[in-house]
């Protein structure tokens, strides 16, 4: 070792430890805040809806309002965020409070729908006026007179799933603009906006698990519209909702193709779904978007608290954003930001995205035995969800088919690219075979 390196290599190990513990008091700072913030929600909750919102702050055996059939859906990391202030039993009065107080819910306000710290503007409060209730649903349909099809041959349908805070906009604005002519004379898209995101109802008694997810894409595409086999195109955290669907409808499902799917091999117990959380959303304080998922993940009343000072109050934001870039519409990524709520967005980052990993394998191996065609498409420079996921995949099941795109992220492994995304889906598609078991799904 050179002598003269030894001065820069001790700089770089004292700012390394420097900002270890930086994070370690900041994210300290933060177990405290959750714990003064549980109870502070508990008395608004109690004062605005008549009743003290169940959270996940204590132990796994107390009530959460969860229903007995989807307690095997539900993820371990909704109970796993340590906390040093509630191990000691800090604030721990606030609990014995709410006990006491159970007895005397005031039922004349339970029917209250909206939450008091959720946005309640017509755009985000809609679906709720609706008799049944169905997700948003945005369908590119067939030309009237379309010559790009040739006779007999029946028009196919794609139904596309985004990831985590985004909605339809996601392949609206993207895929459907760059399909080729013969393409869009032949294939009916439907882009969904995935319970609790965009113009999709947000019910806050749902616990938002993988079933909840995949019911409603029944409900609201694949029975209304009578799709007997489907190609099916997901991103993200849409990726582990695709493959459940898919499993679901082996027999019918014709294409998956999946765009950097967030899969642990090994997710099956509590200790390593807690696992695919740090991965994911390790506790750090750079960069900025690591923070945000950190804090969003790990803090449920501090999450809370983001929500209802950005989502509860988007049409502020947007008006603002709008008069600091001069511009009459935003970016459909900065309005997705915000049409969530806490309940949702909390929900099924732990219940998809961490307890959701658990059940991969299971569904990947029925695609497989169902000869169902898998690609993955994954940037080389994710950050988000590591490559090493889709690596994974294609470790375990050879059959699979992995394009790495070179100089792309978890964002631009799209954007930037829509021809050439448009491109490799329509080859996906034409190059799935016809499945002979093919029957109709109603």
Same mark, same amino acid.
């Given at each position: ?80 965020? !340590? *906390? +040093?202030?509630?191990?000691? =039993? &800090? /604030?721990?009065?606030?609990?014995? #409070?709410?006990?006491?107080?159970? %007895? ?51 028009? !196919? *349908? +794609?139904?596309?799933?985004? =990831? &985590? /805070?985004?909605?339809?906009?996601? #392949?609206?604005?993207?895929?459907? %603009? ?29 616990m938002y698990t993988l079933s909840n997810h995949v019911e409603m894409i029944e409900k609201s595409v694949i029975f209304p519209f009578q799709l007997n086999s489907f190609h099916l195109v997901a991103h993200s955290m849409g990726c582990i909702i695709a493959v459940a669907l898919a499993a679901k409808y082996s027999k019918f499902v014709k294409s998956v193709t999946i765009v950097a799917p967030p899969y642990f091999p090994s997710a ?118 590591p490559l090493d996921c889709s690596k994974n995949i294609k470790m375990k099941f050879p059959e699979v088919e992995l394009n790495i795109i070179q100089n792309t992220d978890h964002g631009t492994v799209i954007f930037r690219r829509e021809n050439d995304f448009a491109e490799s889906l329509e080859h996906m598609w034409t190059s799935s075979q016809m499945r002979p078991e093919q029957n109709s799904i109603i």
């Open positions: 070792m050179s002598v003269a390196n030894l001065p820069g290599k001790w700089t770089r190990k004292c700012g390394t430890i420097l900002l270890d513990v930086i994070t370690f008091l900041f994210f300290l700072f933060l177990d405290f805040l959750d714990a003064v913030l549980c109870v502070v929600y508990k008395l608004l909750d109690e004062f605005f809806e008549g009743k003290a919102t169940p959270c996940y702050c204590g132990n796994k055996g107390e009530e959460n309002g969860e229903s007995c059939g989807e307690e095997k859906e539900l993820s371990e990391t909704l109970y796993g965020s !340590e *906390n +040093v202030f509630r191990e000691m =039993g &800090f /604030l721990g009065f606030a609990r014995k #409070w709410e006990y006491g107080k159970k %007895k005397d819910v005031d039922v004349s306000r339970e029917g209250l729908v909206n939450r008091w710290s959720d946005c309640g503007c017509e755009s985000c409060v809609s679906w709720m006026k609706k008799g049944n209730q169905k997700l948003h649903v945005v369908v590119r349909d067939l030309p009237q007179v379309s010559t790009e099809v040739p006779r007999g041959e029946p028009a !196919e *349908n +794609v139904i596309f799933l985004h =990831g &985590f /805070l985004s909605s339809s906009s996601f #392949w609206t604005e993207t895929v459907f %603009k760059n399909l080729s002519g013969p393409a869009k004379g032949h294939y009916r898209l439907f882009a969904v906006d995935l319970l609790g995101f965009g113009r999709s109802p947000k019910p806050s008694e749902s099956k117990d509590g200790t390593s779904t807690s696992m695919v959380l740090n991965t994911l959303t390790g506790k750090t304080l750079w960069p900025p978007l690591a923070f945000g998922k950190s804090v969003m993940s790990w803090y449920e009343h501090v999450g809370r608290c983001f929500c209802f000072l950005f989502c509860r109050n988007h049409r502020t934001w947007e008006r603002i954003l709008k008069l600091l870039t001069q511009r009459r519409e935003l970016n459909f990524m900065a309005v997705d930001l915000t049409r969530h709520t806490h309940h949702s967005a909390w929900h099924s980052t732990h219940n998809v995205i961490c307890g959701g990993a658990k059940f991969m394998d299971d569904y990947l191996k029925i695609l497989i035995r169902s000869r169902v065609n898998v690609c993955i498409i994954h940037g080389d420079q994710d950050l988000v969800v």
